[in-house]
């Protein structure tokens, strides 16, 4: 039960559980958080990935990546994709069962809303001015700024003279506090591909009351600019010698 699979598992499924769930308690009728705005959205999916992280490490998975465009950027940085799939279905499948345990957590209130892009958009992202080649370069630019950034805090140079052992994961969470605060207005930020799929899969697959379409004319967005991204922050990481 201690491995780089179950690590990313469990760490994908809290990061998405907590998530998921902060929209839902800002979104859903009757929820005690009803209407409290886009700064709690974006705290709470920082403490989300906090919270992954930290699970995921517990778990086997000292790198944490919880994020496929992470797996990806990494894999590009260093030339080595034998992994790839390996972190890539823990990731899936994590936030599969993440997002089902959210709709569970909250199943009374979905009968009390009755806006069924508000439901999908508990689950998954989407764009605020619908505009696909707009909408991959914002998922784009947010989730290369995520990986810069992330590699920067663990690089030589800053760790040499930067941050105590443990705040590592700390310093990640505000990095996707701040994402969500200056470029998460675009598209809702998915900057990783398995927060998008594995919950709009289960909207597809839950029987949710009046829950409309999943929205799959959008998927590809958050997958291939968020990969995008992850690749084109990779190749600078590995071109300037970060990792």
């Not at 470029?183 to 009351?209: E, F, K, Q, S, V």
Request: charged share 5%; glycine share 14%.
């Amino acid at each position: 039960m201690h491995s780089v699979w179950m690590g990313e598992f469990m760490g994908t499924l809290v990061l998405v559980l907590l998530g998921t769930g902060v929209n839902a308690g800002v979104t859903l009728r009757k929820s005690f958080a009803a209407d409290s705005g886009w700064m709690v959205i974006a705290t709470g999916w920082a403490l989300a990935v906090l919270c992954g992280v930290l699970v995921a490490q517990a778990f086997g998975s000292p790198e944490a990546h919880i994020n496929p465009a992470i797996t990806f950027a990494v894999a590009v940085t260093h030339g080595d994709f034998s992994q790839v799939w390996v972190y890539w279905s823990a990731q899936i499948l994590g936030a599969m069962v993440g997002a089902g345990l959210m709709a569970l957590h909250y199943a009374p209130h979905w009968g009390q809303t009755p806006d069924p892009s508000a439901k999908l958009g508990v689950f998954c992202t989407h764009g605020a001015i619908p505009c696909t080649w707009a909408n991959l370069v914002s998922e784009t630019i947010g989730t290369a700024v995520l990986v810069l950034v992330a590699s920067a805090i663990f690089s030589p140079g800053v760790a040499i003279h930067g941050p105590a052992a443990g705040l590592g994961p700390w310093l990640v969470a505000s990095l996707v506090w701040g994402i969500g605060l200056s470029l998460g207005g675009t598209t809702g930020y998915a900057i990783n591909p398995a927060r998008d799929l594995g919950p709009r899969l289960m909207h597809a697959l839950l029987p949710i009351p009046g829950k409309g379409a999943s929205g799959w004319r959008y998927a590809a967005v958050p997958i291939l600019g968020d990969l995008a991204g992850g690749a084109l922050a990779g190749l600078l990481i590995r071109f300037a010698h970060l990792s």
